[in-house]
């Protein structure tokens, strides 16, 4: 399991990764990292989709086809974890990133009962996203 945090991330380029075509769903209670999210992935060139609400997303990621999910892990309807969990058993098969505000020992501690890619640990990098986004889509 990868886990990227403040504490961890080696420097990296500034160089966009090109996310031209790719589909990526955000899904997060918290607007201002919805926001973004978007803007980050959308200039690399991913077209993003932002959700607020779980069940709207798992309706998303069935109904159409997704390449990245971007998902908060503690949300207040369905957390993260279930919400890819659901989205597994109705077919998604796409990579997904956990964001999270746990410290980085408890995500390692907890990680191995999720199905995530990787994990990040606000507050994170945005140039990380963007190229475990590019890694995760190619």
């Known amino acids: 399991m990868d886990v990227y945090s ?3 991330l080696a420097e990296t380029s ?3 990764k090109d996310l031209k075509g790719k589909i990526v769903l955000a899904v997060d209670d918290s607007k201002d990292i919805l926001a973004l999210t978007k803007a980050v992935l959308t200039k690399a060139g991913a077209k993003v989709i932002v959700c607020h609400e779980p069940l709207e997303a798992l309706e998303i990621l069935t109904a159409g086809k997704v390449d990245l999910l971007v998902c908060d892990l503690q949300m207040p309807t369905i957390s993260g ?3 890819l969990v659901k989205a597994r058993e109705a077919g998604y098969k796409g990579a997904a990133i ?5 410290p980085e020992d408890q995500v390692i501690k907890s990680g191995h009962k999720f199905d995530f890619s ?3 640990t606000k507050p994170f990098n945005f140039e990380v996203m963007q190229r475990l986004a590019y890694e ?3």
């Open 98 to 102: 956990a964001v999270t505000g746990l």
């Open 14 to 16: 500034s160089a966009n």
């Open 81 to 83: 974890p279930d919400l």
């Open 6 to 8: 403040t504490s961890n």
């Open 118 to 120: 990787c994990y990040l």
């Open 136 to 138: 995760l889509t190619h």
